[in-house]
């Protein structure tokens, strides 16, 4: 069965720096494009981050663009997230998720606070 496990979330300052990896099994990764979520404390989950199936095309929210870089190795079955400059707005669960099928991850929390 699909299943999408998220790791690397933690506490950072203001201003550091984190990545997350959702690592993938069950299904053809190559095959897929994968995108990033977040929910906030009291808000709605937010789409934070799209990629194709080959990587070469890539989709940001405003809030995040600039700062924030989505990737993939496919021979590792793994998206990431890389997140630059962070702020305590980013502060949320972030769950990675496979659009065609609707699959969650568990999601992992990232928090943001000096």
């Known amino acids: 069965q699909v299943q999408l496990v998220e790791s690397g979330g933690g506490l950072v300052q203001p201003g550091g720096s984190l990545r997350l990896s959702c690592t993938a099994s069950?299904?053809?990764?190559?095959?897929?494009?994968m995108t990033w979520y977040r929910q906030a404390p009291g808000k709605e989950r937010e789409l934070v981050a799209a990629i194709g199936n080959a990587g070469d095309t890539t989709n940001y929210a405003a809030s995040v663009k600039g700062r924030f870089t989505i990737s993939r190795d496919n021979a590792k079955n793994t998206v990431y997230l890389q997140m630059n400059s962070l702020e305590p707005e980013d502060t949320a669960v972030y769950y990675c998720k496979r659009p065609i099928g609707n699959y969650w991850g568990q999601g992992t929390q990232v928090t943001i606070s000096s």
């Open positions: 069950g299904f053809t990764f190559s095959s897929y494009p």
